[in-house]
T-cell receptor
Framework: KQEVTQIPAALSVPEGENLVLNCSFTDSAIYNLQWFRQDPGKGLTSLLLIQSSQREQTSGRLNASLDKSSGRSTLYIAASQPGDSATYLCAVRSTNAGGTSYGKLTFGQGTILTVHP | EPEVTQTPSHQVTQMGQEVILRCVPISNHLYFYWYRQILGQKVEFLVSFYNNEISEKSEIFDDQFSVERPDGSNFTLKIRSTKLEDSAMYFC?????????????FGPGTRLTVL
């Protein structure tokens, strides 16, 4: 059974800092990994998707890496801003025994990020 | 930009009552999902739906739950007899195609409160 863990649980940084959020998963048989942002009481906004064959994916100030064999992904946020304050969720789409996937995502508990001015 | 929509945003119901949560996925998407998030806990998968049938469901998705795509646009989650522990935020998601490069897009959620 896939388990996803995120560390740290919470992070508070001053504006302008570069930061790294960590995600680990127990079963390396994954299809892809998605990073989401969740604002309080709101839905999930997709930030980046990394396919299992990729090592890295970039969007603006965000860079996500994937090391499938060690079961790890990191989300790097450059030059953080107060508007980046949110909960960041990592979600893994695993393959089933036949090597396919119906799309079920398994989520970590999230990292609560606060960027103060 | 197309987005997943959900109604209502907040539903309050009495224990034992039936509720129907509604979702309109992105129009050219083919795969549909329901997830839930109990306050302070992880987002949990409930069910996936493709080609008018359930393709996968979790242990949470028991006989009290059902899903339906009654027309070409709506996707609904029905809870037949709500329990206190069904109180949660329910998210609908959709995905366009098969393949590892396709993201799931989530709606804003329906907050269900069971009294």
């Amino acid at each position: 059974k896939q388990e996803v863990t995120q560390i740290p649980a919470a992070l508070s940084v001053p504006e302008g800092e570069n930061l790294v959020l960590n995600c680990s998963f127990t079963d390396s048989a994954i299809y892809n990994l998605q990073w989401f942002r969740q604002d309080p009481g709101k839905g999930l906004t997709s930030l980046l998707l990394i396919q299992s064959s990729q090592r890295e994916q970039t969007s603006g100030r965000l860079n996500a890496s994937l090391d499938k064999s060690s079961g790890r992904s990191t989300l790097y946020i450059a030059a953080s801003q107060p508007g980046d304050s949110a909960t960041y969720l990592c979600a893994v789409r695993s393959t089933n025994a036949g090597g396919t996937s119906y799309g079920k995502l398994t989520f970590g508990q999230g990292t609560i990020l606060t960027v103060h001015p | 930009e197309p987005e997943v929509t959900q109604t209502p945003s907040h539903q309050v119901t009495q224990m034992g009552q039936e509720v129907i949560l509604r979702c309109v996925p992105i129009s050219n998407h083919l795969y549909f999902y329901w997830y839930r998030q109990i306050l302070g806990q992880k987002v949990e998968f409930l069910v996936s739906f493709y080609n008018n049938e359930i393709s996968e469901k979790s242990e949470i998705f028991d006989d009290q739950f059902s899903v339906e795509r009654p027309d070409g646009s709506n996707f609904t989650l029905k809870i037949r007899s709500t329990k206190l522990e069904d109180s949660a935020m329910y998210f609908c998601a959709s995905r366009r195609l098969a393949g590892a490069y396709n993201e799931q897009f989530f709606g804003p959620g329906t907050r269900l409160t069971v009294l």
